[in-house]
T-cell receptor, first 118, second 113 residues
């Protein structure tokens, strides 16, 4: 079974440009999460999709970030316009939908996209 | 005060040593306590999780949770060079069908042959 995949693996852009990150979750996983790690800081939650709906976007830093998950499959995270402080590693994770009575469903992480804004 | 505190290390030990990694937390609502391992240029990989106070063993790894002290630990017995990685503690609770993980900064471990 293929794991979570992310594209591109690296991106170097200039301040003010636009970048779009893509995440393909594990097939059949309805939950999709975006996280970000800024250098020197911990990994932080950005948002959570259940199928195509945004369940929780409380971690999105500002309106320069736009996440979509059309059709409930892959997701994109667009940063427009990019700022220097957006540099970091963006992780995507996916999990099965929660089933009543089970403790929790494991979130499986992708390898991340390393974004550098110059 | 950060919700999750983890000493970033780095930690360097000889092969065969017992490794102890620790995190403290402040949010009493956390229900699940996890340890992730992250190799360089890879995503975090779940090692173990637990949801109750006490110990949970899996091979050479033991996860320990003390909810009264808000303290979790990961012990690695007979450490191997292949255990060299960054270890991240993470905690969560499920609310409204959503679970967001709250991570510590991670501890970089090197096991020397």
């Amino acid at each position: 079974e293929a794991g979570v995949t992310q594209f591109p693996s690296h991106s170097v852009i200039e301040k003010g440009q636009t970048v779009t990150l893509r995440c393909d979750p594990i097939s059949g996983h309805d939950n999709l999460y975006w996280y970000r790690r800024v250098m020197g800081k911990e990994i932080k939650f950005l948002l959570h999709f259940v199928k195509e709906s945004k369940q929780d976007e409380s971690g999105m830093p500002n309106n320069r970030f736009l996440a979509e998950r059309t059709g409930g499959t892959y997701s994109t995270l667009k940063v427009q316009p990019a700022e220097l402080e957006d540099s970091g590693v963006y992780f995507c994770a996916s999990s099965s939908i929660f089933s009543g009575g089970l403790p929790r469903e494991t979130q499986y992480f992708g390898p991340g996209t390393r974004l550098l804004v110059l | 005060q950060k919700e999750v505190e983890q000493d970033p290390g780095p930690l360097s030990v000889p092969e065969g040593a017992i490794v102890s990694l620790n995190c403290t937390y402040s949010n009493s609502a956390f229900q699940y306590f996890m340890w992730y391992r992250q190799y360089s240029r890879k995503g975090p990989e779940l090692l173990m999780y637990t949801y109750s106070s006490g110990n949970k063993e899996d091979g050479r790894f033991t996860a320990q949770v003390d909810k009264s002290s808000k303290y979790i630990s990961l012990f690695i017995r007979d450490s191997q060079p292949s255990d060299s990685a960054t270890y991240l503690c993470a905690m969560s609770f499920i609310q409204g069908g959503s679970e967001k993980l709250v991570f510590g900064k991670g501890t970089k471990l090197t096991v020397n042959p």
